[in-house]
């Protein structure tokens, strides 16, 4: 089928997964036109054709948090100049491939195509998660208005796909028709990596302003591999128990399958690949950004980790080494057939779109 495949461009997660399943499309022998923007765009571009470049929405973080205010109008006012690229790129893109079916991981303007063009749409992405199952009041405790407004977001961004195609790592109940469930999408370098038992911490660290962060890695004692803190060295730097450790594909992967455990935030991305490479992780999520918040509380409802508000104690971090084993212990059940899972959806779908009998 000719596919017009949206990626959202806000952090490098949609980016990532997204890769595996125009891999597995690709492969299958369907035509894709990509529509992605910010880093996604780069990212795709030095792997597939026919990748176009939009402006899309991003957050602004500091000091751990999203600034909100600092948000909006920077969307806003780059919304405004980048909005007729978006017109441009649309109809050019109605003109020229013709797409037969959308894919859409949380992207506006492909979703908006398949709406206006009446083509059948599929969503493949762990946000849904919030707005098409039930969250129990120990998930939501403390954050309830957070909590409201993100499904109130996510509930508007996608509304009426033909179906949902949901990743997790955990299984709250479903509370949506058109909704399935499926194992966190996993890179291929994660799948061949070679899992085994380290004794070092794995710390990944891309929020600015956190500067303290170092200063309590430091009395921990216990050796830490640190990616992100320092971006713009081009070799390792070691201060005592502290390794800083320049940007690398295989090496971040390689010192995560044979971490003791990791150390890092709430990113669903890192979180999925760590549960399957059975990793405890001590997971700190951005404040007022309730996705992050809500895989925290489910990784330690799981008993596959810890959630905590900040690593400003350096005992946040000995309190939850010391229950490593125990969710070592957890971890060790949790098992996933790679992704084919979700292929199998993904062709289900694809063929009952190409049948017409999707919607």
Known sequence: MKILYGVVGEGMGHAMRSRVVLEHLVGQGHEIEIMASG????????????????????????????????????????????????IAAYFELIQAFRPEVVISDFESWTYLFAKTHGL??????????????????????????????????????????????????????IRKPRTTLYPPILRPEILRANRRQGDHL?????????????????????????????????????????????????????DLASARAVIAGGGFTLMGEAVYLHKPMLAVPIRHQFEQVLNARYLE????GRSAN?????????????????????????????NQDLFDGIDALLDRAAAGVLS
């Open 301 to 304: 409802r799981e008993g596959f």
């Open 120 to 173: 059948p749409i599929l969503s493949i992405d762990n946000m849904q998660i919030i707005n098409r199952c039930t969250h129990g009041p120990d998930i939501i405790r403390g954050d309830e208005a957070d909590f409201t407004v993100t499904r109130l977001f996510i509930k508007g961004k996608l509304p009426f796909c033909d179906h949902y195609l949901v990743t997790s790592f955990f299984r709250p109940p």
């Open 39 to 86: 880093r996604a765009a780069e990212f795709l571009t030095k792997r597939f054709e026919g990748v176009n470049k939009i402006h899309g929405f991003h957050m602004i973080y500091e000091e751990n948090r999203v600034r909100r205010g600092k948000t909006l109008f920077s969307n806003v006012t780059q919304g405004a100049a980048g909005l007729p690229k978006n």
């Open 202 to 254: 794995l710390v990944y660290q891309t929020a600015e302003g956190n500067d303290a962060l170092a200063d309590t890695l430091q009395k921990t004692g216990l050796e830490c591999r640190i990616y992100g803190m320092r971006r713009g060295i081009q070799e390792e730097q070691v201060e005592g128990n502290l390794r800083y450790r320049p940007f690398s594909e295989d090496g971040f992967i390689d």
């Open 310 to 338: 900040s690593l400003a104690d350096p005992a946040t971090i000995l309190d939850f080494v010391k229950v490593v084993p125990e969710c070592a212990e957890k971890l060790a059940a949790y098992a996933q057939n790679g």
